[in-house]
């Protein structure tokens, strides 16, 4: 059974941080490129972040550039999102996926940021 498992979402301030973590498993992980998404209050889904299946290269939407990271680590078949500097736009449902539509996501972590 393929399992995505959000964690670490929660309630920050504005300009604060926040390390989501994503465990799989029920797949090939370490052959799998993995995304971020996000879906913010009234809104659709929207892709955040991509990482390649060793992890040399991760790619942004415009709007977190500069200021979120992904990474992972394939022994423990988990992929990071470190968000900084977030924005009360930042507010949103974070899902991890396989594919980059989000069809095959996690349940997702909440993450606001309000002060």
């Known amino acids: 059974e393929v399992q995505l498992v959000e964690s670490g979402g929660g309630l920050v301030q504005p300009g604060g941080s926040l390390r989501l973590s994503c465990e799989a498993s029920?797949?090939?992980?370490?052959?799998?490129?993995m995304y971020w998404l996000r879906q913010a209050p009234g809104k659709g889904l929207e892709w955040v972040s991509v990482?390649?299946?060793?992890?040399?290269?991760?790619d942004f939407t415009d709007s977190v550039k500069r200021r979120f990271t992904m990474s992972r680590d394939n022994t423990k078949n988990t992929v990071y999102l470190q968000m900084n500097s977030l924005k009360p736009e930042d507010t949103a449902i974070y899902y991890c996926?396989?594919?980059?539509?989000?069809?095959?996501r996690g349940q997702g972590t909440q993450v606001t940021v309000s002060s």
């Open positions: 996926a396989r594919d980059s539509a989000g069809e095959r």
């Open positions: 029920g797949f090939a992980f370490s052959s799998s490129k």
């Open positions: 990482i390649t299946p060793s992890g040399n290269f991760a």
